[in-house]
């Protein structure tokens, strides 16, 4: 999410929840991590609050050839874990690279959850912990493949393309149809365990469709993009996926939120933002990752955060942090992100002030082969 596309929407009505968060809570730029700092994925950084480094991990698999719990393998421990220390709960849905699933005080659905059999995939084991709600997910994925055009048809423009055969018009539906149907098991997920289970101390909610939807279809939407080749047809009908994709985001916002209590404090992010490709010096064309840019959005609102706030410099590392400080869960010193205090109320500090506590680091993650 970035907010060149996300303030101008706020703006014409068309993100109503995040403009309520943002006009009761604080909004603010989101810093990610120079491409050079970054091992392996920023949402990792998000959830542990520390630069990952290569030497810290472990492979996913042990010597002995066992699968090791995904976030084991981080190279530090997610924020969840420290919570769950002091006897709070949390519940987890598709965070990235937490298959497979870990133990914790609570519950995780892991992001293994969107690969739905009907759509060709081998069934996969170890998605959740505990294992028993595994069941609960079948009913309530949504495969591609039983996916209808009006499920997702209101990204797209007119009603021609539901008959058009041209291969690039066919496989580009098929893309929507599919961005849309995973991020549509992950809401219907969240908002099931948070009513059958009860909301715990903390919910953590990732949805990639955005960022699955602007790396397609940023062209027919920005046609003056470096190194857009799309004909006209592909522009007429796919230009607003982007954001009518923000607005989906918007509306799912909105349905976890009305299966959490009124008393939440939601924090909203993004681990980087969406420039669209890029040429380098000598004129290549980069895209993948190069697409990205270094600000993503920060919005919080709720008890513990400051109405109408910005944090001047806050980044990716600094939400575990704060997640703790809001919880009142003393904080690592060997953490590398900060506690965002600029976005947090005055009076929450005074009578909730910071607590930090020496840790162990990553230093305690060794290979269970090892152990043996």
């Keep these: 999410m970035d907010w060149k596309v996300a303030g101008p929407l706020m703006d014409d009505g068309r993100m109503p ?31 542990t609050g520390r630069v990952l480094r290569a030497a810290d991990a472990l492979p996913a ?10 976030v084991r393998t981080w190279g530090g421990r997610p924020v969840w874990d420290l919570i769950g220390e002091k006897g709070l709960t949390a519940g987890i849905v598709n965070w990235p690279r937490t298959y497979p699933a870990s133990e914790l005080n609570g519950w995780i659905v892991t992001n293994g959850v969107t690969l739905a059999p009907e759509d060709g995939w081998d069934p996969i084991l170890n998605i959740t912990w505990p294992e028993a709600l595994a069941d609960d997910i079948v009913p309530l994925r949504r495969p591609a493949t039983t996916t209808t055009d009006d499920a997702f048809g209101g990204l797209l423009n007119g009603e021609a393309w539901k008959s058009d055969t041209d291969e690039d018009v066919v496989a580009r539906v098929q893309e929507v149809r599919r961005i849309w149907a995973q991020d549509e098991t992950v809401v219907r997920v969240a908002a099931h365990f948070l009513d059958v289970r009860g909301q715990p101390d903390l919910t953590a909610v990732y949805f990639e469709g955005l960022l699955q939807s602007c790396h397609p279809f940023w062209g027919p939407m920005d046609p003056a ?5 799309d004909r006209d047809e592909i522009v007429q009908i796919f230009r607003d996926v982007v954001p009518r994709y923000y607005e989906r985001v918007d509306v799912m916002i909105g349905e976890i939120l009305a299966h959490t209590g009124e008393d939440a404090t939601v924090i909203v992010c993004s ?31 709720g008890p513990g955060i400051r109405k109408r706030a910005s944090a001047s410099d806050a980044s990716v590392l600094d ?4 997640v703790l400080a ?5 904080v690592p010193r060997d953490m590398d992100g900060f506690v965002a205090t600029d976005i947090l109320d005055p009076g929450f500090l005074d009578r909730h002030p910071v607590t930090y506590v020496d840790s162990p680091g990553v230093r305690g993650v060794v290979d269970p082969a090892q152990q043996q």
């Design 225 to 229: 993009s470096v190194g857009h080749t």
């Design 319 to 322: 939400i575990a942090p704060t």
């Design 271 to 301: 681990a980087f933002g969406f420039r669209g490709p890029q040429h380098t010096p000598e004129g290549l064309l980069k895209l993948g990752s190069w697409m990205h840019s270094e600000t993503g959005v920060l919005v919080a609102a």
């Design 61 to 70: 698999f042990s010597s002995d050839g066992t699968r090791i719990p995904g």
């Design 17 to 47: 929840n995040l403009a309520r968060l943002v006009k009761g809570g604080a909004r603010a730029d989101l810093r990610s991590l120079p491409r050079e700092e970054l091992v392996g994925s920023p949402w990792i950084c998000i959830a």
């Design 326 to 330: 809001l919880l009142e869960v003393p």
